[in-house]
């Protein structure tokens, strides 16, 4: 297949997450720092074809662990994970959490992955209670948890130790809204709790901040 038919090709969700676990790797390399590691992964989760991931690896060189191009996906990637009604458990290591599109959110969530990435995306989630509890344990890694519109958050999360905490979303509860209470610790990392932006290019090189 030409180049240029490849690069129009659509990716898929394990190439989307890979480009993130580069780019996540890069970062703990100094290689980009926290602001373009957040930019990179919005645009990695918004990319469509084969043409907008290539750009965020470009600058990156390959070897080191590390590929800059997606490759196949491995079977059973999933972090493990324990449900029970209340509480949904994740537990990884230096690893890519995700949970985004259709998916059950109990009263409790907890998350365990140092060194890595987590993104929850809750917007077309089923959320069963009207307040529902966070716990997130994602030190000297990244943590993206991306609320439904009216939403409201308390956060209260330990980022004391050079860590980055950004919150965009409305924190007075209303009780007709859903109500998250996040917890936990990120400290050496960078954590965001916001509702979805819009995907710009000028966004992803900083324009429009």
């Known amino acids: 297949m ?23 790797e890069a970062a703990a390399q100094g290689r980009i720092t926290l602001d ?13 074809t084969y043409a ?20 196949p996906p ?12 209340d ?3 994740l537990r990884a290591q230096g690893s890519t959490v995700v949970r985004r599109g259709t998916w059950r ?11 890595g990435s987590v993104r929850l995306d809750f917007r077309e989630a089923h959320i069963l209670d009207p307040v529902v509890e966070i716990h997130i344990n994602a030190s000297w890694g990244s943590g993206d948890l991306i609320l439904p519109e009216k939403a409201t958050a308390e956060v209260d999360v330990d ?3 050079f860590a980055v ?18 917890t936990g610790t990120c400290q050496g990392g960078s954590l965001s709790v916001r509702y979805k932006r819009p995907f710009s290019w000028a966004g992803l090189i900083g324009l429009d901040d």
């Open 52 to 71: 907008d991931l290539g750009p965020l690896t470009a600058d990156l060189p390959p070897g080191g662990g590390t590929s800059a191009s997606p490759v």
């Open 159 to 161: 980022t004391t130790w």
């Open 2 to 24: 030409a180049s240029d038919d490849m690069s129009r090709m659509r990716v898929s969700d394990a190439e989307r997450d890979q480009v993130a676990e580069v780019l996540r």
């Open 36 to 48: 373009e590691l957040d930019e990179r992964l919005d645009a990695a989760y918004a990319a469509k």
């Open 165 to 182: 905490l950004r919150e965009d979303v409305d924190s007075i509860r209303e009780t007709t809204r859903t109500h998250f209470v996040i």
């Open 87 to 89: 509480v949904l458990v």
């Open 105 to 115: 959110v109990p009263r409790r969530v907890e998350v365990h992955n140092q060194y």
């Open 74 to 85: 491995v079977a059973g990637d999933r972090p493990p994970e324990r449900r029970s009604d």
